[in-house]
């Protein structure tokens, strides 16, 4: 079995300012918005913090030793460090949190979130992953 090892303080703190960011985009905007909107609105929060972020980043993966380059397409990515999912849904669908558990794992990356902005309350909304 793998032994957990806990997330440095920068990657930490980094975590701390896409949940500000998400909570923020939320109480400006509210919910039922379409996902791209929200996109656009957090990348420009998260840019605010002085983060680098890129936006639907096509990722390649190695499989049976074949590089395949667009494998992969990342909502957004933050610092290199940090793989979000966004979403604007009224049910999260399960298959949507492996599928970050997934990208983590083949990005070699350990954070990730899974942000659903079509909630009441923002919190609701927000699924944080480390591997």
Known sequence: MKKYVSIDKDLNEIGKQIVNSAFIVHKQLGPGLLEKVYEVCFSHELRKCGLLVE??????????NIEFDEALRLDVL???????????????????????????????????YLINFNVPLIKYGIKRYVI
Not at 90 to 97: A, K, Q, R, S, Y
Request: hydrophobic share 50%.
């Open 55 to 64: 936006r639907q980043l096509t990722f390649p993966i190695v499989y049976d």
């Open 78 to 112: 933050v610092e290199k460090k940090v793989i979000i999912e966004l979403k604007a849904v009224d049910l999260i669908n399960p298959v949507w949190e492996a599928q970050v558990l997934s990208h983590l794992r083949l990005t070699q990356l350990r954070l990730g």
